[in-house]
DNA sequence: CACCAGGTTGACC
DNA sequence: GGTCAACATGGT
């Protein structure tokens, strides 16, 4: 792997796109279920589901530990895996209920993701978007995109191999991360479509 | 009508 | 350690 590649290819997306200020999302909580509803689904149908369960005034940890299963299930059947998501969420809201969000996400990052990690319907990507994104703290998140780009540019490697590529580079900066993901993203779903490769700018950089 | 979407889990080797 | 089916709806 070339020394500064990752760094460059941050340089070149940012140029490309300009900044994409993620997460979308009005509070912290809102991004923890929104890393859940997304998992293999598109971000349009999880705004139908934000939707709803705002419009049900469930997107706050109180109520949404108490909510009803069933209504829930009704709420984010959108986004697939309807009965899953439904129950997973009920169980993260009764967590955060517990323990207080704020005292979660005030451990150090290493004890913040392995929380995450401990509760069900939440794996290494979903965890690291909630470091990241809710809890504010330098993780940068691995996803399905970013495994792609990286091997079209040569570079291969897990879960765990292609973060600590990432976080060895560059510095240590929570908006960084924050926008180098978003942009992995946001460049795959628009120029990484089926024979696109061709007239990527990242064409030649490995 | 087939295929994929900002994954995770439990079973199996 | 890695691989695989199951989980499920909605858009192209």
Not at 136 to 152: E, L, Q, S, W
Request: aromatic share 10%.
């Amino acid at each position: 792997m070339k020394p500064e590649i990752l760094c460059r290819v941050y340089d070149l997306l940012l140029d490309e796109l300009g900044p994409q200020n993620w997460w979308p999302a009005e509070t912290a909580f809102e991004v923890v279920v929104g890393a859940v509803l997304t998992q293999q689904t598109k971000w349009a149908n999880v705004e139908k589901a934000i939707d709803g369960l705002k419009e049900h005034d469930l997107l706050e940890v109180q109520a949404l530990a108490k909510a009803d299963v069933a209504l829930l299930e009704e709420l984010v059947r959108c986004c697939g895996f309807y009965r899953q998501k439904a129950s997973r969420l009920k169980e993260i809201a009764m967590f955060f209920a517990e323990h207080g969000m704020d005292k979660v996400f005030s451990m150090h990052i290493e004890q913040i993701r392995s929380t995450m990690l401990s509760l069900k319907g939440i794996g290494n990507e979903t965890a690291d978007s909630i470091v990241l994104y809710a809890a504010n703290k330098p993780k940068f998140v691995i996803d399905a995109y970013t495994t792609r780009m990286m091997k079209c540019i040569g570079i291969q490697g897990n879960y765990m191999q292609l973060q600590g590529m990432f976080e060895k580079e560059l510095p240590t900066d929570v908006d960084i991360y924050k926008e180098y993901h978003a942009l992995i993203v946001e460049y795959s779903k628009a120029y990484c479509g089926r024979n696109r490769c061709s007239e990527c700018i990242l064409t030649g950089i490995e």
